[in-house]
């Protein structure tokens, strides 16, 4: 009781300034008709945008929505729109693909809200502003178009995205998928997610389903965050009219990094059809307490013939991966140059692994093992710790195929997968109690 009277009283104090000020409540683009609501929910909320909510509550047409509590008003011009907006007091709607671009260009709190996205067109959020949140909410949508391009783009400087709650992020992976993922068959977006966040970024709470390729490039970025997602793609594992008895789905990889730094991957699930988790270039990528579902395992490469070759200082920590082709895995590419230095695995848990528990190689050739392994990626500083579990007993446990003097350092210490056979390690790790039999 005490608090809603101090909170009126502050009320009364504070409303005759803002109407004076800003006579209509904080305005955004409104020319191409994006919706502008005053909204509590913004974690650093000025008084000013406290009482502007409370005010237009009571002066307008309230829509109650979840956890919100917002108001709508009407178009209307202002100049004080980005004050207003930067306060944190504003939220841009968006429910209309048009009205995107100016809503990036004005806004610094966006929400989504059942945003259809049509063929032909990337939801570009590329270029936001400083300190911008975005919210998913609602379902969101992707018409097919047969073309590559990215469906997502997302880039800007200190930024969260978030997912309201019940919210999904749909990508129509089945309009797309074939069988043949990016080996061929319909042209496909290569990636549905370009992650390209700097300063202190955050990707909270989504859940994302249905990508039709690859789901995240994580690329150029660093100091990002990316906590609770689902990635759901286990629609594609079985057959559609175009699959040909293979799982519809392929080379749907959860997350793709490279060329980023101080990244943190975390609280995460992903059920897919190929790697979990890929890193092909950057370092100080931390990948921890994620699920790993369907897919091919925690992987790093492949390694080799790209912009960018060099990986370290990567953990994977505290994870699960189950019903997978590989549990932990280094692959790098025949006749390139590149180095692996310093990745580690300790506290992961697999099952049902159905090819490799543990595998190092490095003969890949048009994104398959030739058998010869070359030497030019260097391969040195690998731990594995407490690495345990089962793979099936058509698996192999363990398989290390190094180019000649190309592999040092090796740590394996309490790893111990077991179920499958005929393991094959043409290196043995310099330290720790690892038998590869
Ligand atoms: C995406 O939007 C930004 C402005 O936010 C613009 O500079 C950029 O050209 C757009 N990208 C594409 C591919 O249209
Ligand atoms: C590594 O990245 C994490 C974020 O995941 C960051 O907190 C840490 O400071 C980075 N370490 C260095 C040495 O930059
Ligand atoms: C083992 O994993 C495969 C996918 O590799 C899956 O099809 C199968 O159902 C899993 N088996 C069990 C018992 O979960
Ligand atoms: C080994 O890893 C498992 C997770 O796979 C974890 O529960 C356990 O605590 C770890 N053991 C040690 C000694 O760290």
């Known amino acids: 009781m005490a608090t809603i009277q101090l909170f009126l009283l502050a009320l009364i104090a504070v409303v005759p300034r803002v109407l004076a000020q800003s006579p209509i409540f904080g305005q955004c683009v409104p020319s191409t008709g994006v919706t502008t609501t005053a909204t509590t929910t913004t974690k650093t909320t000025s008084t000013t945008s406290k009482t502007t909510s409370t005010t237009s509550k009571t002066t307008s047409t309230t829509t109650t929505s979840k956890a919100t509590s917002t108001s709508t008003t009407t178009k209307a011009t202002s100049t004080t729109s980005t004050t207003t907006v930067a306060s944190g007091g504003t939220t841009c709607t968006v429910t209309a693909i048009a009205q995107v671009a100016s809503a990036t260009a004005s806004c610094t709190a966006i929400v989504l809200s059942n945003l259809a996205v049509p063929s032909s067109t990337t939801l570009n959020l590329s270029k936001l502003k400083t300190g911008t949140t975005v919210t998913f909410a609602g379902k969101t949508t992707f018409a097919f178009t047969d073309w590559d391009s990215d469906l997502i783009d997302i880039g800007g400087e200190d930024i969260t995205i978030q997912g309201a709650a019940g919210s999904v992020i749909d990508g129509n992976g089945q309009a797309w998928w074939d069988g043949q993922g990016s080996n061929g068959g319909a042209t496909k977006p290569d990636h549905f997610i370009v992650l390209k966040t700097t300063g202190t970024s955050l990707l909270q709470n989504l859940h994302i389903q249905n990508w039709p390729v690859h789901c995240f490039e994580i690329t150029s970025a660093s100091g990002t965050t990316i906590t609770g997602l689902t990635l759901d793609n286990s629609a594609g594992n079985a057959p559609n009219a175009a699959s040909g008895g293979l799982p519809a789905a392929h080379n749907s990889d959860g997350f793709d990094v490279s060329g980023s730094t101080n990244i943190l991957i975390t609280d995460t699930t992903v059920i897919n059809q190929d790697d979990c988790v890929a890193v092909t270039s950057g370092s100080n990528i931390t990948v921890s307490n994620v699920v790993c ?138 330290s720790g109690n690892f038998k590869c039999t």
């Open 293 to 430: 579902d369907g897919g091919h395992g925690l992987s790093i490469g492949s390694i080799g013939g790209k912009s960018n070759n060099d990986v370290s200082d990567v953990l994977f920590t505290n994870s699960v991966v189950k019903n997978s082709q590989n549990g932990a895995r280094i692959k790098t590419n025949s006749g390139t140059t590149g180095t692996v230095t310093n990745i580690e695995w300790s506290n992961i848990q697999v099952s049902n692994i159905s090819t490799y528990g543990i595998d190092i190689q490095q003969d890949y050739l048009n994104g398959g093992p030739t058998g010869t392994p070359t030497n030019g990626v260097i391969i040195n500083g690998i731990t594995m710790s407490n690495i345990t579990g089962t793979a099936t007993s058509s698996a192999q446990n363990y398989f290390i195929l190094c180019g000649s003097g190309s592999c040092s350092n090796f740590d394996f210490v309490n790893v111990a997968i077991t179920g499958g056979k005929d393991d094959s390690c043409n290196f043995t790790p310099t």
